[in-house]
């Protein structure tokens, strides 16, 4: 945005009534002139159309991975260089992708800045996030391109023998590309990163877009060093035990340590620290209120998708401005909702039905 665009934003913001007249005569620059930056900041989406109406509406932008997973199930016990009897199923997948669709189920508006490939893949990805609601139109498309692949062949006990990730294409996001999405990313209430994007992608973003707050999805405990260096940049964090005690410097070996770990994270600038514990609940800590908050058990199907269905929630509950122990009752409601069903997204994610699972508790 150049510093005159900048001016005229500053004063629609004051009166999104004012004319195009009025704008030339404070500025002191002819009205065809407002008119060519009237249309740049529309085409940049700080704006939209006639009326000034500005680009600040509730939703959540999500910088992250998009991918398609394919999981081979054998039949019977796993023969090694032979065909195996069995199914096949496919599925999307990817932590920012993840995040947003049970936002998007969750009635929340959310845009995802992603990148995808030209191929069959890319296209699922993009129609399957139509039907739920979920906005891949700021998604960077590659043309000769594959997208993002997750392939993995279980035995018949359900673990898993052998996988590979073709995930390379999560380089082609450039900062140059991300430039491109200033206005989108600045004018969303959250901005949830997770750590599949490059390194130097994530820094920039923090670094130069301060209207937002941002979110951090570690991913994994490899993916997660990305951030050790920015890691008070953000306003909310969900890291393991593991994750936390690498992204802290401090071993963990006691609940003492856990504290500590989070009071390092917020003396660093983090707003809200909470670290899964696995069975033992979530330790959490504002500055104002701590302690491990334990949900109640229920039956799991599938753990895949408990912890971006969390982190989904603390998006919704910080859109909605919910008290910290009500955020950990909702999270923890997406994340049990979620292991109940055999699939990464329970397709009954629903306000509906997370109130519902809030009045079992």
Known sequence: MTNREEEILNLIKQNPLISQNELADILNITRSSVGVHIGNLIKKGYISGRGYVLNQENFVCIIGGTNVDIVGFSNDNLRLHDSNPGNIKFSLGGVGRNIGENLARLDVDTKLISVIGSDVYGQKVVDEGRIIGLDFDHTLKLDGETTSVYMSVLNSDGDMQVAISSMDIYDKMTIEYIKTKRAVIESSRICVIDTNIPKDVIEYVVTNFKNTKFFLDTVSTTKAMKVKDIIHKFHTIKPNRIEAEILSGIKINSMEDVEKASEY?????????????????????????????????????????????????????????????????????????????????????????????????
Do not use: W
Request: one cysteine or more.
């Open 265 to 361: 994270f917020l003396k660093g600038g983090v707003k809200r620290v909470f670290i899964s514990l696995g069975e033992e609940g979530v330790y959490y800590n504002n500055g104002t209120e701590k302690g491990i908050f334990t949900p109640k058990k229920v039956k799991m199907v599938n753990a895949n998708g408990a912890g971006d269905a969390f982190v989904a929630g603390l998006v919704y509950s910080e859109l909605n401005e919910l008290e910290l122990q009500d955020t950990l009752k909702f999270a923890s409601a997406c994340s049990a909702l979620t292991v109940e069903h055999k699939d990464t997204i329970n397709p009954n994610m629903s306000l509906e039905n997370i109130n519902k699972k809030l009045e079992e508790n």
